[in-house]
Structure formats: structure tokens, C-alpha cells
């Protein structure tokens, strides 16, 4: 067995450019967008295209938009990452780097989104071919896809989801509402789970891709967020939304098992890493930022036990990303060579946000009164507020610790 931290000269080229990118365009644009709340549609076409011709492999590198590793319809992998399997690494680099010049990009980009899991995963050949296709051609102006599963009585408890779907001649009916969805509303479609009964929990679940401008389906508000203002986080309402019956994701069969409640989970296993790469790269900008704070305002004005005090706090800090980085690259590794990962995807998330909280928090008190200065440090606030969610989203750390304990323990029941 061989283990092998280092990365090839190719990925080293690459996350150089990327690192060079987030911190000269990218974070300087950063404040800009969180106060916009958004980020401007050419920008991201710009982006976009640059990242497409960076070396054919954009989709592997994930600059196509969270999950487009997953993607069909991303640029296949050049011959080096293919025989490597290092798509999903690549990914989680790439994210880290671009999450330190604003980790909003990531979710804005187009692209399926978490959409695109559960459609490569679950979908008829036919479905794949017909949802992925529409990002093939930008010309037709940008794209985005989106997973909705999320409600106002079902965060954490996904099997308790109450929006309904029943059968009616060649179309289902779909009634109930879905919160926070990102990019629900500029989406050409949403991964929407329903359940035919509540009382058969998972079993009863069904997953449909809903278009844009299907009868019955309507936007409801945007949220106003304390962090990751420039990304969209939508509520979606369907009233007697009538879905063609060639949406049910992976036709009817599928259902006679547990699939669509394992399609919304597998998804995770795929994300988790990312969003915990995001996380990381989050806290490590805030770090760094802490970390040159030290050097130009304490080493030469300060008594040595006090900034050996902070250098130690600063130490911890670095400390903890790096063991959650290399944590996020084996949950992504193991997804590169289609192992099963789903305790490794939930360690990542868990300790990704967890040391990235705890990186964004020391900054702030490290910087001293001037941290919590809006005005002086604005970036450092603007972390502080866009690293909670990241705790949050995609299953929150108490969740993420429960599927641990689960796999590490099976024959503990009582969770
Ligand atoms: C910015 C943003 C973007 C999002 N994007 C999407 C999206 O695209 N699609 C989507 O479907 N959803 C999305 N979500 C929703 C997100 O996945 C949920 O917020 C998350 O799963 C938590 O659910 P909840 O908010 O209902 O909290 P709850 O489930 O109500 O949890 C509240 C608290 O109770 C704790 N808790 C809950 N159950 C347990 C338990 N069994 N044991 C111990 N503690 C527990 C939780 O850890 C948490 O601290 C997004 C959320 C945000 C904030």
C-alpha cells in the first residue's frame, strides 16, 4: 500500500494559479459582491471561460460549480487524472483555494450544483442526457441547477419531509415548499424531494426534477443572510405543480426500495468534502490574515510571553486545518476510487468547519479591539459571518457526528 501526500507537478501548477487568482482578482472584489449580493452575471461568464480553458480539465478542477465533478457534462479529465483517479482531489484543492478569495464564487457558479449528483447518480441515460446538456452551450447565457430537499419542518430530519407528490394520470402532483435552496430561483431546474405518504418515511420518498416554469412551481422569498450574502438561498413553493412523469428521477421502478432517500443522501458523499475544502480555505485566509496582523503589529512592540502566547494560539490554529485538510483530501480520495466514504465525507465537514470556526474566531481576537472593527478589518468580519453556515449546510457538525458514531458503532442503536 502506498501513501502519498505530495501532489504532481500538474496540480502543484494548478493550485498556484488558482491561489494567484482568489488572492489578486478574486478577494478584492469580494466586499463588493457580499454588499451586492450577488455576483455579476459577466464576471461569472469570465470566470467561467478562463477556468474552461485552463488545461481542458476545468471540470475536474471544479471551477465549473459545487458538484461539478459530477457532472456529465463537464470537460472530461485529461489522461493524467484519469489514470490517476484524482478528479474529486482536484476538486477539494481547487475549492480551498478559491474559498480563500470568496467562497461565494463556488455557489454562484453555473453549473448543476448539488443538483448534479443525484441526477448522475439516479437518472435514466435519457435524463442525463437532457438535464446536463442545457450547460454544454453558454451561449445560450448561463446555467444553474439546483437540489432542494430542505423544508420548513425537515432540516437535519430529511426523512421527515412533508411535500407531497401523488400520481395523476401522466404527471405528478407536487404540494408543499422547500427553504433555503441555493440557487433555487435562478435555477432551469431544482432535484425536488416528495414523499407519497410521510408515514412510510423514507420508503415513501420519490426525487423529481422540476423545471423552470412548470405550471404550479413558483419562487417564494430570497433570503437575507448574516454570510454568503452574494450566494442566492431561495424558498420554493409548489401548488398543484404538475410534473411531466418523465421527471421522476430514475423512473418508477427505482422506487420500489429506498432509493430516493438514498439518492438525496448520496449526494452528501460527494459535497461533504467540498464544502469542507470551502471551509478550510475560509479559515485559512483568516489565519494568514491574523498571522501577518502578529508579524507587523506585535513581534517588535509587544513583551515576548505575550506573542509567544498568540504564536501558540496561531499554532493551534494551523495546526487543526491541516489535520482537517488532510482529513477533506481522504474522504476525496476514497471518492475518486469509488469507495465508500460517507464516515470519512462526514469526519471532513465536521472538522473543516469545525477548525475554520475556530481560525475565524481567533483572528478576530487576535487582531484585538481592531478585529471586531468592521471598518479596519472588514474582511476578517465578513469570514466571521460567511464561516458559520458552513457548520450548517449539507448536514450540520452535531449531524455530521451522529453519521460518525453510527459507522463507527453500528451496533449501537440509540442515536
Ligand atoms: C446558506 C444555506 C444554503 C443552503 N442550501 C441548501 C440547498 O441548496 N438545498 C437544501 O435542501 N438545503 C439547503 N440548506 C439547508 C440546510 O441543509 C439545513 O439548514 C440544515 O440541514 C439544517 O437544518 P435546519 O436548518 O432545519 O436545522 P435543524 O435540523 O432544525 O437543526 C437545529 C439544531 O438542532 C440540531 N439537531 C437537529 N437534529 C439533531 C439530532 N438528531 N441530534 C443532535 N442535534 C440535532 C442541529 O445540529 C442544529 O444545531 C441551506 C442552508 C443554508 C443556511
Given at each position: 500500500m502506498t501513501i502519498e501526500f505530495s501532489l504532481t507537478k500538474r496540480q502543484e501548477e494548478l493550485r498556484g494559479m488558482i491561489r494567484s487568482f482568489a488572492k489578486n482578482v478574486i478577494r478584492p472584489q469580494s466586499l463588493a459582491w457580499d454588499r451586492a449580493h450577488g455576483i455579476p452575471e459577466d464576471f461569472l461568464m469570465r470566470f467561467t471561460q478562463m477556468a474552461a480553458a485552463a488545461g481542458g480539465s476545468a471540470g475536474a478542477w471544479g471551477i465549473q460549480g459545487l458538484g461539478a465533478s459530477a457532472d456529465e457534462s463537464a470537460p472530461k479529465p485529461d489522461a493524467a487524472d484519469k489514470k490517476k483517479k484524482s478528479a474529486m482531489v482536484n476538486t477539494v484543492i481547487a475549492a480551498e483555494e478559491l474559498a480563500t478569495g470568496d467562497p461565494a464564487l463556488l455557489l454562484c457558479l453555473p453549473g448543476p450544483g448539488l443538483g448534479g449528483p443525484p441526477v448522475r447518480g439516479s437518472g435514466t441515460p435519457e435524463q442525463k442526457e437532457r438535464f446536463f446538456?442545457?450547460?454544454?452551450?453558454m451561449s445560450a447565457g448561463l446555467k444553474w441547477g439546483a437540489y432542494a430537499l430542505t423544508e420548513p419542518g425537515a432540516g437535519s430530519d430529511v426523512?421527515?419531509?412533508?411535500t407531497s407528490c401523488r400520481k395523476d394520470g401522466k404527471a405528478w402532483v407536487l404540494d408543499g415548499r422547500k427553504c433555503f435552496i441555493t440557487n433555487g430561483a435562478r435555477a432551469s431546474w431544482n432535484v425536488v424531494f416528495a414523499t407519497i405518504d410521510p408515514a412510510l418515511g423514507r420508503a415513501g420518498h420519490r426525487a423529481f426534477v422540476v423545471e423552470k416554469g412548470t405550471p404550479g412551481f413558483s419562487v417564494g422569498k430570497i433570503e437575507d443572510k448574516m454570510?454568503?450574502?452574494a450566494s442566492e438561498t431561495a424558498e420554493l413553493v409548489f401548488d398543484e405543480c404538475r410534473v411531466p412523469e418523465e421527471n421522476l428521477l430514475g423512473g418508477e421502478e427505482r422506487y420500489q426500495t429506498k432509493e430516493g432517500f438514498m439518492t438525496a443522501m448520496k449526494t452528501f458523499d460527494n459535497t461533504r468534502p467540498l464544502v469542507a475544502a470551502m471551509a478550510i480555505g475560509i479559515g485559512r485566509a483568516a489565519y494568514e490574515y491574523a498571522r501577518d496582523f502578529v508579524k507587523e503589529n506585535y513581534v517588535l512592540s509587544r513583551p515576548i510571553p505575550r506573542y509567544a502566547a498568540i504564536a501558540e494560539r496561531l499554532a493551534r490554529v494551523g495546526r487543526e486545518l491541516a489535520a482537517a485538510r488532510i482529513t477533506t483530501w481522504r474522504a476525496a480520495w476514497l471518492a475518486d476510487q469509488e469507495v465508500a466514504n460517507a464516515k470519512e465525507a462526514s469526519m471532513a465537514k465536521a472538522a473543516g468547519g469545525q477548525a475554520a470556526i475556530r481560525a475565524c474566531f481567533e483572528a478576530i481576537e487576535i487582531c484585538g479591539a481592531h478585529g471586531t472593527i468592521a471598518e479596519e478589518h472588514q474582511l476578517l468580519e465578513k469570514w466571521f459571518r460567511d464561516i458559520k453556515v458552513y457548520d450548517i449546510f449539507e448536514g450540520t457538525g452535531q449531524i455530521q457526528r451522529i453519521v460518525i458514531s453510527k459507522r463507527l458503532m453500528p451496533d449501537l442503536k440509540s442515536f
Amino acid at each position: 500500500m502506498t501513501i502519498e501526500f505530495s501532489l504532481t507537478k500538474r496540480q502543484e501548477e494548478l493550485r498556484g494559479m488558482i491561489r494567484s487568482f482568489a488572492k489578486n482578482v478574486i478577494r478584492p472584489q469580494s466586499l463588493a459582491w457580499d454588499r451586492a449580493h450577488g455576483i455579476p452575471e459577466d464576471f461569472l461568464m469570465r470566470f467561467t471561460q478562463m477556468a474552461a480553458a485552463a488545461g481542458g480539465s476545468a471540470g475536474a478542477w471544479g471551477i465549473q460549480g459545487l458538484g461539478a465533478s459530477a457532472d456529465e457534462s463537464a470537460p472530461k479529465p485529461d489522461a493524467a487524472d484519469k489514470k490517476k483517479k484524482s478528479a474529486m482531489v482536484n476538486t477539494v484543492i481547487a475549492a480551498e483555494e478559491l474559498a480563500t478569495g470568496d467562497p461565494a464564487l463556488l455557489l454562484c457558479l453555473p453549473g448543476p450544483g448539488l443538483g448534479g449528483p443525484p441526477v448522475r447518480g439516479s437518472g435514466t441515460p435519457e435524463q442525463k442526457e437532457r438535464f446536463f446538456s442545457i450547460f454544454r452551450d453558454m451561449s445560450a447565457g448561463l446555467k444553474w441547477g439546483a437540489y432542494a430537499l430542505t423544508e420548513p419542518g425537515a432540516g437535519s430530519d430529511v426523512a421527515g419531509i412533508r411535500t407531497s407528490c401523488r400520481k395523476d394520470g401522466k404527471a405528478w402532483v407536487l404540494d408543499g415548499r422547500k427553504c433555503f435552496i441555493t440557487n433555487g430561483a435562478r435555477a432551469s431546474w431544482n432535484v425536488v424531494f416528495a414523499t407519497i405518504d410521510p408515514a412510510l418515511g423514507r420508503a415513501g420518498h420519490r426525487a423529481f426534477v422540476v423545471e423552470k416554469g412548470t405550471p404550479g412551481f413558483s419562487v417564494g422569498k430570497i433570503e437575507d443572510k448574516m454570510g454568503l450574502r452574494a450566494s442566492e438561498t431561495a424558498e420554493l413553493v409548489f401548488d398543484e405543480c404538475r410534473v411531466p412523469e418523465e421527471n421522476l428521477l430514475g423512473g418508477e421502478e427505482r422506487y420500489q426500495t429506498k432509493e430516493g432517500f438514498m439518492t438525496a443522501m448520496k449526494t452528501f458523499d460527494n459535497t461533504r468534502p467540498l464544502v469542507a475544502a470551502m471551509a478550510i480555505g475560509i479559515g485559512r485566509a483568516a489565519y494568514e490574515y491574523a498571522r501577518d496582523f502578529v508579524k507587523e503589529n506585535y513581534v517588535l512592540s509587544r513583551p515576548i510571553p505575550r506573542y509567544a502566547a498568540i504564536a501558540e494560539r496561531l499554532a493551534r490554529v494551523g495546526r487543526e486545518l491541516a489535520a482537517a485538510r488532510i482529513t477533506t483530501w481522504r474522504a476525496a480520495w476514497l471518492a475518486d476510487q469509488e469507495v465508500a466514504n460517507a464516515k470519512e465525507a462526514s469526519m471532513a465537514k465536521a472538522a473543516g468547519g469545525q477548525a475554520a470556526i475556530r481560525a475565524c474566531f481567533e483572528a478576530i481576537e487576535i487582531c484585538g479591539a481592531h478585529g471586531t472593527i468592521a471598518e479596519e478589518h472588514q474582511l476578517l468580519e465578513k469570514w466571521f459571518r460567511d464561516i458559520k453556515v458552513y457548520d450548517i449546510f449539507e448536514g450540520t457538525g452535531q449531524i455530521q457526528r451522529i453519521v460518525i458514531s453510527k459507522r463507527l458503532m453500528p451496533d449501537l442503536k440509540s442515536f
